[in-house]
């Protein structure tokens, strides 16, 4: 947890969830490439952007609870 809430007060955090690379794959058995429908993106995120958001929302979670904020 520390190194989450490390990156999360510098501000490091915001530069990985900008990370994403976008892939465009063929559709199998299109007739026409041409057309837009032809292709599907596929958006792969930052392995890490992903692994920080599960600590940071399982912190806030237990924060939560140890407060009873949560319903």
Sequence with gaps: MDIARVYFIIGYYLRLRRA????????????????LGSYRPIALKNTL?????????????????EHALLL
Excluded: H, M, N, Q
């Excluded at 465009?24 to 057309?35: A, M, S």
């Design 49 to 65: 952007s992903k692994i920080l958001e599960r600590v940071i929302a399982d912190y806030i979670a237990d924060i939560a609870k």
């Design 20 to 35: 994403i690379t976008t892939f465009i794959l063929y559709k199998e058995g299109k007739v026409d490439y041409l057309l």
